[in-house]
Every structure is written in structure tokens, then in C-alpha cells.
């Protein structure tokens, strides 16, 4: 059985930083991009930042320059390190490992960015 296990969240003030973890198991995602999405109460999950197999990275345009996806192979784990926080960053983050045949999500981590 595949399972994607997000840790890492939290309750972090403005202007803070968090790393994100997500740990694969049941196969090997190597050869696969793994991406972080997050969800806001009464928003849609929305692309946060992928990373390829081979490391080419995207990011969307809210958290350039502020967060850092990586990954590592061997452990089969994603990261996703955050920096100057803002209140607009919380929300719940998932792990998302896209394969040709289907997507494997993970159950989220909350983030939650407030004084």
C-alpha cells in the first residue's frame, strides 16, 4: 500500500520558518515529481511547489524566494522548507507523488501562521 506521511506543521509566528516533511512508503518515487499543495478553510488546494526526478523545480508565484521544495531519493521523502511566514500562508499542507498511472496524496499537515 502507498502512503505519503506529511509532518512538520504547526503554529509559528510571522515572519518564522517551518520545514515540511512528507515520507513515501509502498514504492519508490525516484523517478516521479513530487509536489506540496496547500489548502486554505473555504479556499481550493492550490499548487504550492513541485519538484522533478531529475530536480527542476516550480514554485507558485505567492512563495518565490520565500520557500524551498528538495527531496531525497534514498529516503524517499520530500521537503518543503518555509521562510517569512505570513498569516496567508496558513493552511493545510498535502504531499502529492504523481505517477503515470495515478496521483497518491497524503492526509496534510497544518500550518497555521499567527501572532
Known amino acids: 500500500q502507498v502512503q505519503l506521511v506529511e509532518s512538520g506543521g504547526g503554529l509559528v509566528q510571522p515572519g518564522g520558518s517551518l520545514r515540511l516533511s512528507c515520507a513515501a512508503s509502498g514504492r519508490s518515487f525516484s523517478g516521479n515529481t513530487l509536489g506540496w499543495y496547500r489548502q486554505a478553510p473555504g479556499k481550493e488546494r492550490e499548487l504550492v511547489a513541485h519538484?522533478?526526478?531529475?530536480?527542476?523545480?516550480i514554485y507558485a508565484d505567492s512563495v518565490k524566494g520565500r520557500f524551498t521544495i528538495s527531496r531525497d531519493n534514498a529516503k524517499n521523502t520530500v521537503y518543503l522548507q518555509m521562510n517569512s511566514l505570513k498569516p496567508e500562508d496558513s493552511a493545510v499542507y498535502f504531499c502529492r507523488g504523481i505517477t503515470t498511472a495515478m496521483n497518491y496524496w497524503g492526509l496534510g499537515t497544518l500550518v497555521t501562521v499567527a501572532s
Open positions: 519538484i522533478t526526478s531529475a530536480g527542476y523545480t
